[in-house]
């Protein structure tokens, strides 16, 4: 008898889509659009980015002339950091929250800035390696960047915020309808359920 996975039960069981939506419901009433945000999916995308900057830091630890990309990429993981914990700790047991209200807002705004910046430092490490690494830590290194910019498209998609790094066309930008029905980010060809497993989130 084969076993399956909660994942794949769900898939195959069509509450999927279900699993997701709870990671983020929009209502809109009297044209306000409110947003609720699990508090664990937050977590898991902070600790994604965390996740990413160790990964890419133990590639680039052996080479001195990649020092000052691991220096941003440390950087903005220790930003990173201080966000997620000043976001836990304020969350608590929480299990939801409304992205409408201004001081939630700011600490998710927080978290997302701080997963921006570090793409960015991860994506400036890779683009300014040259011959300085091989081709299999490129690669590594290059799957752990894919992984992250899904993760942060995914994120911006279900804020509502748009991706001015996202290829533009349709259906090159991921829309909160595709991250809620589990479709591949088109830029980078991965899900967010993959992203997050080869970061090491589960």
Request: net charge positive; charged share 10%; aromatic share 4%.
């Amino acid at each position: 008898m084969t076993n399956l996975s909660r994942r794949s039960l769900l898939r195959s069981s069509g509450l999927a889509g279900i699993a997701l939506l709870a990671a983020c419901a929009v209502a809109t009433t009297n044209g306000v659009t409110t947003i609720t945000l699990d508090v664990t999916k937050v977590k898991n995308y902070g600790q994604a980015g965390l996740n990413a900057a160790a990964t890419v830091t133990s590639f680039l630890s052996t080479f001195p002339a990649m020092a000052p990309y691991a220096l941003a990429i440390t950087a903005a993981e220790t930003a990173l950091s201080g966000a997620l914990s000043a976001f836990s700790s304020a969350a608590g047991s929480t299990l939801t929250i409304s992205y409408n209200d201004t001081s939630w807002k700011t600490r998710v705004d927080s978290i997302l800035t701080d997963l921006d910046t570090l793409g960015g430092a991860i994506e400036s490490a890779i683009s300014g390696s040259g011959s300085t690494l091989s081709t299999s830590v490129i690669a590594d290194a290059k799957t752990a960047y894919n992984a992250l910019a899904t993760v942060i498209s995914v994120f911006k998609a279900l804020l509502g915020v748009s991706d001015a790094k996202a290829p533009v066309g349709t259906p090159a930008r991921v829309t909160r309808d595709m991250v809620l029905v589990g479709a591949p980010v088109p830029s980078t060809g991965m899900t967010e359920a993959r992203a997050l497993a080869i970061l090491g989130v589960r």
